[in-house]
């Protein structure tokens, strides 16, 4: 029997990336299916386990953070090993981020949350559901889908999203270019029971070098640990082999321990790859069905997630007439360069560990214990690993307006209020389009007690524009501003979230919901906000557009350039 069925969205794939979509396309009120063909992937399986901060972000927007966390282990950092010695550690810490280090979660745990969190705002995952075929033309893709009875079901979806991993069957019926290298050494892994002779490693990562082991401690007490095979080693070896190679290995360092009792084991080829355009057409790909990564630096599950959260609401706001094709465009803009200069850092990463020179290991063990034991290599270090503070490259809905030179001089002119040089200077070094939305504490709205600005964020996917009132806001400019925010939420409060942020509370506005109070100046301070200024959240967190003082002109016009909004978003002086 052959069936047919009409959808906006088809995600295919239902992992870590294909659910993290769909919870998106779920909440801006997108129509979707979500299939995958294999039942879901158990629990015990790590796979990916290295949780990073931006990640935690999405967990906490989507409503599940603190399931993560209750079962999770904080990752605070990683020992180097090598010619029998410690050679340093990388501090995993962050300051002035919105958690305070990664966390090592299992892939099956991550999977396990995101359809849990699906199927309690009503949403589902369809398996086993197998992908067949796909034609595409101007307005629709054509899907077939198999059931296990052999049953065929005709899907018609207005966009496609290929989430179905490295092998991805979308991919490769796209004839899309998915070019890079592969390491010829074999990768084992394994999660196991370890047994310690004398005192057992900490919980942090601990890599040793030549050749290379790496221990890590999952939540729940068991470890994953992982190695470079030697030459000749089965790419079909049993759980068995798998565990006396990594055995064997841990006796080279000398390591006193028993590796027992493994419950999930691993072998493949190191790939580094990714595809010459993420959007074909009606078709778009995601996660490892577009990019694959060395396992170093545990960055292909976080990227592929980033993907899905930049995708969404470019897909929502398209599908409900709110953009044209062209904010569709800027998922490869923006995606595609970040995600070459994590490969290009993941490939780097393991090209220095892997090396086997003589010459090469030793040069390379002098600079890495000098560089890890030197106190202003730490933030460099750990952006390497986890990318917090990556940015997306300039594109078309990427803006930014300052007082010219001009304007400035013409406003001393004629005495209107303007930013002077040091507000100029302040403003400058806050974030820029194209960078995520840093948080800070001690923000209050409501009378509530003070939180973090992005746990008042969470939970609501609409662009939010927060308009601060800088240092010395007057009653008029506060009341102009509440104006425009009142206008902007009558307008396009479905899409658009209009905050005043304030030093102070003004008097009579206790229980305004527009207002969020910064009771210890660190949103203004973070944000460069010395004088009025406006900066817009996009639904995936980043900055896309800041303006000081205030231009509501330039700001309609950019929205208007942008968006398809019908009514034109009025200016205000």
Not at 119 to 124: C, D, L, N, V
Not at 525 to 554: K, N, T, W
Request: glycine share 8%.
């Amino acid at each position: 029997m052959d069936t047919t069925a009409q959808t906006e969205v088809l995600v295919v794939g239902a992992g870590p990336v294909g659910l993290t979509l769909a919870n998106l396309l779920h909440r801006h009120g997108v129509r979707y299916r979500l299939i995958d063909q294999v039942p879901p992937r158990p629990v015990v399986e790590s796979r990916a386990e290295g949780v990073h901060i931006r990640t935690q972000e999405l967990f906490e927007q989507l409503g599940f953070a603190e399931e993560a966390f209750a079962l999770a282990r904080p990752l605070l950092a990683a020992t180097l090993y090598a010619e029998g010695r410690v050679l340093g550690k990388i501090d995993f810490r962050e300051t002035g981020l919105s958690h305070p280090n990664p966390i090592i979660l299992q892939q099956g745990h991550v999977e396990q949350l995101l359809a849990q969190n699906l199927e309690r705002h009503g949403g589902q995952v369809e398996r086993p559901l197998a992908f067949l075929d796909f034609t595409q033309d101007d307005d629709h893709v054509n899907v077939r889908l198999q059931r296990p009875n052999g049953e065929i079901e005709t899907v018609q979806a207005r966009f496609m999203v290929a989430c179905d991993g490295g092998r991805s069957t979308v991919r490769r019926q796209l004839n899309a270019q998915f070019d890079g290298q592969s390491n010829p050494s074999q990768f084992v892994l394994a999660d196991v029971s370890i047994d310690f002779a004398d005192e057992p490693l900490n919980g942090d990562l601990h890599l040793f070098l030549d050749p290379l082991l790496l221990f890590g401690q999952l939540a729940d007490g068991y470890w994953k640990v992982a190695s470079i095979a030697p030459d000749g080693f089965s790419p079909e070896a049993s759980p068995d082999d798998i565990v006396k190679q990594l055995q064997l290995t841990a006796d080279k360092h000398g390591i006193k321990c028993w590796i027992h009792s493994p419950r999930w084991t691993s072998s493949f080829r190191i790939s580094t790859r990714m595809v010459s355009q993420f959007r074909h057409g009606r078709v778009l790909l995601a996660g490892d069905a577009a990019h694959i990564h060395s396992p170093m630096g545990g960055q292909g599950m976080n990227e592929g997630m980033q993907d899905a959260l930049n995708l969404a609401w470019k897909l929502a706001y398209h599908l409900q007439g709110k953009a044209g094709q062209d904010l569709l465009d800027t998922y490869q803009a923006e995606r595609g360069p970040l995600i070459a200069d994590v490969l290009n850092d993941t490939a780097l990463m393991s090209k220095v560990l892997f090396w086997s020179h003589p010459m090469l290991l030793a040069a390379r063990n002098s600079v890495m214990g000098f560089v890890t034991n030197l106190d202003a290599a730490q933030p460099v270090l750990r952006e390497l690993f986890s990318g917090a503070t990556r940015a997306y490259a300039s594109n078309p809905i990427l803006r930014q307006r300052t007082q010219t030179p001009g304007e400035y001089f013409s406003n001393i002119v004629h005495g209107i209020l303007h930013p002077n040089p040091a507000d100029d200077l302040a403003f400058a070094g806050g974030p820029a389009p194209g960078v995520r939305a840093p948080d800070a504490t001690g923000i209050s709205a409501n009378g509530q007690p003070p939180q973090r600005l992005l746990t008042h964020l969470a939970g609501d996917f609409r662009h939010r524009l927060l308009l601060f009132g800088g240092d010395h806001l007057s009653l008029e400019r506060y009341t102009r501003l509440y104006q425009y925010a009142m206008q902007l939420t009558k307008q396009h409060g479905d899409w658009l979230r209009p905050l005043l942020v304030l030093r102070h509370q003004p008097e009579a506005s206790l229980n305004d919901s527009k207002l969020l109070i910064d009771t210890v100046g660190q949103l203004h301070d973070r944000y460069g906000a010395r004088h009025e200024c406006l900066y817009l959240i996009r639904p995936d967190g980043f900055i896309g557009y800041r303006s000081q003082p205030v231009m509501s002109d330039d700001f309609s016009e950019y929205l208007n350039h942008i968006f398809a909004l019908g009514d034109r978003i009025e200016a205000i002086a």
